[in-house]
């Protein structure tokens, strides 16, 4: 099981992931008190680790501003929370040339809610319930991001997983902590994804982030 790191601002910020080794960092481009400038985000990528992938977090950005962050080396990843469908991510891949980005795509807990009680709720784990897309569906990302909300810090019913199955490898966010990270395991998710759970006052906590990525590496799943 993976794990990402996110909101990541400061040479501090750096260096706790560098030292916890967790799979992937986040920067967040989008309005945000955690944002950062490409700028920072190059001087942040400069300092992290070889191994440790940089995730980009965007709404709505212009695709040229995804694509340049990526040919520069400043990020690995994008992960998009807005409205991007199948044919922005598609201009995106093409954007990015014969090395096409990594795409996330968010999907928040309000469309799980709906497919759940469109296949029958928690009751109903029949064969047709599919997670294939949300609607426009966006065939060319590569993982799905599961989570509440943008940056809400709050879990969601995570029992809405059990009515349906997943068709990419997705990451579980939203409220994920210290408190709650063995039951995030236990959903197996392809990786978790943490922010604020991994932060003491609004600032990005050594200890916590030694802590969940230990918790994820001793508790990994099959």
Avoid at 61 to 84: F, K, M, S, T
Avoid at 180 to 189: D, L, S, Y
């Amino acid at each position: 099981m993976m794990i990402k790191i996110c909101g990541l601002s400061r040479e501090q910020d750096i260096d706790y992931v560098n030292e916890a080794r967790p799979d992937y960092c986040g920067f967040v481009f989008a309005a945000s008190k955690r944002q950062v400038s490409p700028a920072q985000a190059e001087g942040l990528k400069r300092r992290l680790a070889e191994g440790i992938a940089a995730v980009g977090v965007f709404v709505n950005a212009p695709i040229e501003n995804i694509a340049a962050l990526y040919r520069d080396g400043v990020i690995n990843i994008a992960q998009l929370h807005g409205d991007e469908d199948e044919a922005y991510i598609a201009r995106l891949k093409e954007a990015t040339g014969n090395t096409p980005i990594p795409i996330i795509k968010v999907i928040k807990s309000s469309s799980l809610n709906t497919l759940s009680r469109r296949h029958g709720g928690h009751g109903d784990h029949g064969e047709n319930s599919n997670l294939k897309t949300p609607c426009p569906p966006c065939l060319r990302e590569n993982y799905y991001l599961l989570d509440s909300g943008a940056g809400s810090g709050r879990a969601f019913d995570w029992d809405l997983l059990n009515s349906l199955t997943i068709d990419k490898p997705w990451f579980l966010a939203g409220g994920i902590n210290l408190n709650n990270i063995e039951q995030a395991i236990a959903v197996n998710p392809f990786g978790i994804d943490v922010s604020s759970g991994a932060e003491t006052d609004g600032i990005k906590d050594r200890a916590k982030i030694l802590q969940l990525v230990a918790a994820v590496r001793k508790g990994k799943t099959v």
